[in-house]
């Protein structure tokens, strides 16, 4: 019934218009540019025929659909910064607009959820007058857009808190993590669960005998509760920051709280067309904000790009074998992940050996393991480096010592940081980057140093690699500190940070701190650096 590469639409004996997601050559939906003149599509087929007495949309992948398309995000984030927030609202809210239009047809559509719904997957989902899942554990409901800076701005903000209980909708909004199927249909987030074999069947039954034909919150006097917010105070979210314990640091630094709050706070007394509105609105001033760019770009994009840093498939086969009594912490990690583990007199030349501390290299591509005792490592060599887990993750450098090192034996390293679930960043040099700024920070800290003295002096360390041509992308640099922990999300890792100081105050900056603190940039190793300006006198 529609020719299009995205979706395909069938229309059964009793009017019942089944669409199925299928975007080729992904693994998973995403919302993209195309797939949302897909949807444009359907919406027009559905209004104009009269044949079509109901709607269900479901996927045919194991993903129902999760969130926006890697390139759409690139292209909002660089257009938000040259974009005005005019021309940002009619880009970025064309999916809000779309939801909303299918939530006014006047005939029952139901999302039939048969995997990961997240981001636009849920808010799609949301737009529809009902909702049946799969009742499995690989179904996941959320809306993790916080994760990233960002609020999600095509509905998000305004029907899941006119659906659910409001404090958990604030909940699932300000932490992200989703719901299986049996909490969201305890949660009223879905209307039904279903087996895989009557699934579809379930979905159609709903369309054909719809509990509603309109979503709730259209019913003349339906109106939600907004006791959770403090509206006799200065504050109206201080209670909400208090129970979901968001501190006052993490509100002053990742504004996407603030917003999100402010979208459900702002948006629940009006209708749904306006509250939209009023959720682009704010959308639009998030994603102009450094902090959303920064986020984005750093756990999204950029870790996005460190995933493809992967060994060769020679390495498919390889085991790892741990050298050295004092790995006994890593061997523990990677046997919790289910990592190729082989004895050291066991290992053969094709398999990977991780050295630790002091031990020499035997069969197999040598790495060494560089976390308990970061020392100079000989020329051709190749170091790896581990940050702890955070809330992001993990981080990895592979470091190679020397001008020349195997393409093999750097790929020996990145399975090891693979098998670890870490994102990496490669670099060269004398020392690795990443350990050396995060003993700064902690050196920083016990000087008394300012949260900025700090920042600007880790910048400081990881500009002079750059310099010295020892990090070959500051953007992956930045990536790695912010999965690492070593700098906070809102700044962007290091080259991030400094951008949006601006020119002159950090040169300012640069200056005083290098005159102050010339002792620990010493220790950070930053001896080029004085070497090619001298040192503070």
């Not at 939600?224 to 002053?252: C, E, K, N």
């Not at 995933?307 to 990677?334: C, H, M, W, Y």
């Not at 080259?495 to 940039?521: C, I, P, W």
Request: glycine letters at 8%.
């Amino acid at each position: 019934m529609i020719a299009d590469p995205n979706i395909r639409a069938d229309l059964d004996t009793d009017g019942i218009l089944l669409v199925t997601i299928d975007m080729p050559g992904r693994a998973m939906n995403v919302f993209s540019s195309a797939m949302m003149d897909s949807l444009e599509k359907v919406l027009d087929l559905v209004e104009q025929d009269p044949a079509i007495r109901g709607l269900v949309i479901t996927s045919c992948k194991q993903v129902f659909l999760a969130g926006a398309d890697l390139e759409m995000i690139r292209m909002f984030t660089d257009r938000a910064e040259v974009d005005s927030p005019a021309q940002l609202h009619e880009l970025c809210g064309r999916l809000g607009r779309l939801f909303l239009r299918l939530e006014q047809i006047d005939k029952p559509s139901v999302a039939a959820v048969n995997g990961l719904a997240l981001g636009g997957g849920l808010e799609l989902a949301l737009a529809c007058h009902q909702r049946v899942a799969l009742d499995s554990d690989a179904v996941l409901l959320g809306l993790p857009e916080i994760k990233l800076g960002l609020l999600p701005g095509a509905g998000g903000t305004q029907r899941l808190p006119r659906l659910i209980n409001v404090s958990k909708a604030l909940s699932m909004l300000l932490g992200g993590d989703p719901v299986g199927s049996q909490e969201a249909l305890e949660l009223g987030l879905v209307d039904r669960l279903a087996c895989a074999e009557d699934f579809i069947g379930t979905a159609k039954a709903m369309a054909l005998d719809p509990r509603r034909k309109q979503a709730n919150w259209s019913a003349a006097g339906f109106g939600v509760d907004m006791s959770v917010f403090d509206t006799d105070t200065s504050d109206p979210f201080s209670s909400v920051s208090q129970v979901l314990d968001i501190s006052a640091y993490q509100r002053g630094h990742y504004p996407a709280y603030e917003a999100i709050m402010n979208c459900v706070y702002l948006g629940l007394p009006l209708d749904m067309p306006a509250a939209v509105r009023q959720e682009m609105d704010i959308f639009v001033e998030l994603i102009r904000d450094p902090v959303a760019g920064n986020m984005v770009k750093t756990l999204f994009l950029e870790r996005q790009k460190a995933t493809k840093l992967r060994p060769n498939e020679s390495f498919k086969k390889a085991r790892i074998a741990l050298v050295g009594s004092d790995l006994a912490g890593l061997g523990k990690q990677l046997e919790k992940r289910r990592a190729p583990l082989v004895a050291a007199t066991e290992a053969v030349a094709s398999d990977v050996q991780v050295l630790g501390s002091g031990m020499p290299a035997g069969k197999g591509y040598p790495v060494h393991w560089l976390n308990d005792a970061v020392a100079d490592l000989a020329s051709a060599a190749i170091g790896l480096w581990v940050s702890a887990k955070g809330p992001h993750g993990c981080a990895a450098e592979v470091f190679q010592a020397g001008a020349y090192v195997a393409s093999d034996e750097r790929d020996a390293a990145l399975l090891v940081a693979g098998a670890l679930g870490a994102s990496c960043l490669l670099t060269q040099g004398s020392h690795p980057l990443l350990p050396r700024l995060d003993a700064l920070s902690s050196k920083c800290a016990a000087r008394g140093c300012s949260e900025e003295e700090t920042f600007t002096l880790m910048a400081m360390v990881a500009l002079d690699d750059w310099d010295d041509g020892l990090v070959a992308e500051p953007d992956m640099v930045d990536m790695a500190c912010v999965i690492g922990g070593i700098y906070p999300a809102f700044t962007g890792g290091p080259f991030k940070y400094m951008r949006n100081l601006g020119q002159e105050q950090v040169k300012a900056s640069l200056q005083t701190l290098r005159d102050q603190y010339s002792d620990l940039l010493v220790e950070a190793d930053m001896t080029s650096y004085f070497n090619r300006y001298g040192r503070a006198q």
